[in-house]
């Protein structure tokens, strides 16, 4: 099992540039999450998905999107990038309970935007 | 809304005990989570409580007090490979909402 992916592992964008950020999980997750964490931060979440068709906002979710393709693929899309989004982004899914609660992450994807 | 308090930064020797504490405020509580984080990497799970008490799981412990909004990770034989971040997070809404974690240095 891969667990979750991201790609790219890295980007640069110039300021305006659109981009689309990939993950995908192979746990037969439901609920999937896209985090950004800057230096020397906690993870916000930007938007969420507690199942296939459906989106949330998270706590920052201006200038991003989200599509959930499919159960394993959530995707998050900057229209516009900004130098404010740079930040490293990670995806990530879980399936809790009341008893047990685990969020297993991909491995992040640095973004610089210039 | 919900918020999370933990410590920014804390030290340590080798060998010793150290105790990261974090409160919170949030609506529909399921339960208290911590994650760790090495420098440049992903967060990975290290305990969930969902009830009252002290759970166990080899050198790391974790206590919730629901009715005080309070939790703490408990790391005993501190050992080099320790140092790094510890996030607390609540589960609310179907949303896992981290504080901005505690920076652990082990010293020798």
């Known amino acids: 099992n891969a667990g979750v992916t991201q790609t790219p592992k890295f980007q640069v964008l110039k300021t305006g540039q659109s981009m689309t950020l990939q993950c995908a999980q192979d746990?037969?997750?439901?609920?999937m999450y896209w985090y950004r964490q800057d230096p020397g931060m906690g993870l916000r979440l930007i938007y969420y998905?507690?199942?296939?068709?459906?989106?949330d906002k998270g706590e920052v979710p201006n200038g991003y999107n989200v599509s959930r393709l499919n159960k394993r693929e959530f995707s998050l899309r900057l229209e516009s990038a900004a130098p404010s989004q740079t930040s490293v982004y990670f995806c990530?899914?879980?399936?809790?309970?009341?008893?047990?609660?685990?969020?297993?992450f991909g491995p992040g994807t640095r973004l610089t935007v210039l | 809304g919900q918020s999370l308090e933990q410590p920014s930064e804390v030290t340590a020797v080798e060998g010793a005990i150290v105790q990261i504490n974090c409160t919170y405020q949030?609506?529909?509580?399921?339960?208290l989570s911590w994650y760790q984080q090495h420098d440049g990497g992903a967060p990975t799970f290290l305990s969930y409580?969902?009830?009252?008490g002290l759970e166990e799981t080899g050198r790391f412990s974790s206590f919730l007090s629901r009715s005080d909004s309070y939790g703490y990770l408990l790391l005993q034989e501190l050992q080099m490979k320790d140092s790094a971040s510890y996030f607390c997070?609540?589960?609310?809404?179907?949303?896992?909402?981290f504080g901005q974690g505690t920076e652990l240095s082990v010293k020798p």
């Open positions: 997070a609540v589960r609310s809404r179907g949303k896992l909402i």
């Open positions: 990530a899914s879980s399936e809790w309970r009341e008893r047990t609660d685990t969020q297993y």
């Open positions: 949030t609506s529909g509580f399921y339960g």
């Open positions: 409580n969902a009830l009252d």
């Open positions: 746990m037969n997750h439901n609920s």
């Open positions: 998905s507690a199942s296939e068709g459906t989106t």
